[in-house]
Every structure is written in C-alpha cells, then in structure tokens.
C-alpha cells in the first residue's frame, strides 16, 4: 500500500475543504492505517472510536432498511466529526472545527473515498 499516496488524498481534501482540522484512514476493525492529525489527537485511538461508531451507524442502517451506509457525522460544541465508509474493509475520519462546511465536506469527499479505495487495494509489486 502506498502511505504517501494516502497522505496526499487526506491532505488534498484538508486543502479543498475549509475547516477541515484533522483526517486519518482505519481498517473496520479500528488498526490505523495512515493519519494527517494535529499533535493533540490520538491517532490509534480516533481510528478505533471512528470504527466503532462507524460500525454501530451500519448496523442501524441495516436494521432500519436504510440502505448502505455512506457515512454519518457527530456534532459537538467545537465542530464535527465526519465518518465515511471506504468500500466494506476501511473508513476515513474527518474532523472539522464549527466553521466547516459540512455540504462542501460530502461533495470533495466523494472522489477522495474513490482514490483511497483504490489505493488500499492496489497491489504491490514483488519484493516491496
């Protein structure tokens, strides 16, 4: 897997999107897989919370006939944390202060879920 690409997507997105403070990338099962976070946020900690709340928001999508699960977001009295499937094995956490634009957020997100999707499953070459 390509770490540096992953970088790049988060932080690209964190140029897009105003307000964005902090984005990392987590298996479902919470391991951390890449993070572009400030020196405050615990980076293993946020993937396993991030996973763990990801996976409540798919259960009850499922138990409610909701359909796929596309992505859910927290609000709290300093900003918002968005959580977004990535295909049925990752998910990408996006932490955003009050000011962020949370229609502008799903639009940029889309395409960035796309290319981390395809960076997570890209192989690689032998003896990497």
Same mark, same amino acid.
């Given at each position: 897997?390509?770490?540096?690409?992953?970088? &790049?997507?988060? #932080?690209?997105?964190?140029? %897009?999107?105003?307000?964005?403070?902090? +984005? /990392?990338?987590? /298996?479902?099962?919470g391991l951390l897989i890449a993070?572009? +976070?400030?020196?405050?946020?615990?980076?293993?900690? &946020?993937?396993?919370?991030? /996973?763990?709340? &990801?996976?409540?928001?798919?259960r009850t999508a499922q138990a409610t006939a909701r359909g796929t699960l596309r992505q859910t977001v927290t609000y709290g009295s300093h900003g918002c944390a968005a959580f977004y499937a990535v295909g049925d094995t990752a998910l990408m956490v996006v932490l955003g202060?009050?000011?962020?634009?949370?229609? #502008? &957020?799903? %639009?940029? +997100?889309q395409p960035a879920l796309d290319r981390i999707g395809s960076i997570l499953m890209a192989k690689q070459p032998e003896g990497v």
């Open positions: 897997m390509d770490h540096e690409a992953l970088t &790049l997507e988060m #932080r690209s997105l964190r140029e %897009q999107v105003t307000g964005i403070t902090d +984005t /990392a990338v987590a /298996a479902c099962d993070a572009d +976070t400030a020196n405050s946020i615990d980076p293993e900690g &946020l993937a396993a919370l991030a /996973a763990a709340g &990801l996976g409540l928001a798919r202060d009050e000011g962020m634009d949370v229609d #502008r &957020l799903h %639009q940029a +997100t």
